[in-house]
């Protein structure tokens, strides 16, 4: 099935985990994908595999933005799809405490608000113009779990990642008429680098799937493949939807 032929789609944070699953599915359906990720040499490795383009973005950076989606539409003159994945979290590399607010240290809020909250909101800034112009698109946003359900000590990571889950609220009612569709993902404990040093902590890796019903974490393609369906016409009337893709962790 080639549902992305001839489309364009910018996934950030596309060097790795499930935005690299993504990137992969969408090119294997006809997608010509830009992997846009900080991490440029590990974006390079990812588009050279699957013939797409690479363009290292801190995407907390407007500017940075700006030059992301000019880069995509380059011969073209389309963006169909923008997968808003990139972000920062619980990783041994990131760069920002994740803690409960009283532990939590000003530059920290400001970094992970501004990745994870801001970036999302400023790549749809720059990428709506462009679907409105062609005449439609879809954005998909990867939150978390934790954007709809309380778990400890990771507030600032929560309060973007509820800021994600707002926004696709309001972009689906703003520009729904305008043949835009603008979905979210909130996936649970997923077995990518921003979590595996907790996973394979035994102190911790049991713990990050007590709660999850289907007892085990899920694999990076297991969301990849639920945001490429959102972002496919096979959801053409799947517009602010919010889908845990959590082994049922977030009914318990
Ligand atoms: N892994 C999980 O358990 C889990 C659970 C819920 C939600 N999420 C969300 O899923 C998404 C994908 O995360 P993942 O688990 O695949 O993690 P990951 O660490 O494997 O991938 C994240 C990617 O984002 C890139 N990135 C980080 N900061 C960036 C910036 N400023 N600009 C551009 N790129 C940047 C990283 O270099 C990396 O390639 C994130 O939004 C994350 O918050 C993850």
């Known amino acids: 099935m080639q549902r992305f032929q001839d489309k364009v789609i910018v996934v950030t944070g596309g060097a790795s985990g499930m935005g690299a699953a993504a990137c992969r599915l969408f090119a294997a359906e006809g997608g010509k994908v830009v992997v846009a990720d900080i991490d440029g040499d590990l974006a390079l490795k990812v588009a050279k595999e699957i013939g797409g383009r690479a363009f290292r973005i801190d995407v907390a950076k407007e500017a940075e933005i700006r030059d992301l989606v000019a880069f995509a539409i380059e011969g073209t003159g389309r963006l169909d799809v923008?997968?808003?994945?990139?972000?920062?979290?619980?990783?041994?590399?990131?760069?920002?405490?994740?803690?409960?607010?009283?532990?939590?240290?000003?530059?920290?809020?400001?970094?992970?608000?501004?990745?994870?909250?801001?970036?999302?909101?400023?790549?749809?800034?720059?990428?709506?113009?462009?679907?409105v112009a062609q005449g439609g698109g879809a954005i998909v946003n990867n939150a978390s779990i934790q954007a709809i359900k309380g778990i400890l000590g990771a507030d600032a990571y929560t309060c973007a990642k509820g800021g994600v889950v707002s926004l696709t609220r309001s972009l689906a009612v703003d520009w729904g008429a305008k043949n835009i569709r603008v979905n979210c993902i909130c996936p649970g404990p997923i077995a990518t680098p921003m979590i595996q040093a907790l996973l394979d902590d035994p102190a911790t890796g049991p713990g990050m799937y007590a709660d999850v019903p289907m007892a085990r974490v899920g694999q990076p393609e297991e969301v990849a493949r639920v945001a490429v369906f959102l972002a496919s016409n096979d959801a053409s009337y799947v517009n602010g939807a919010i889908v845990p893709v959590d082994g049922g962790m977030s009914v318990r």
Do not use: Q
């Not at 803690?99 to 939590?104: E, R």
């Open 82 to 131: 923008l997968f808003n994945n990139a972000a920062v979290g619980h990783s041994a590399t990131g760069r920002y405490k994740m803690a409960s607010i009283v532990d939590t240290p000003e530059d920290a809020w400001e970094g992970i608000v501004a990745i994870n909250m801001k970036g999302v909101a400023f790549g749809c800034k720059h990428a709506i113009p462009v679907m």
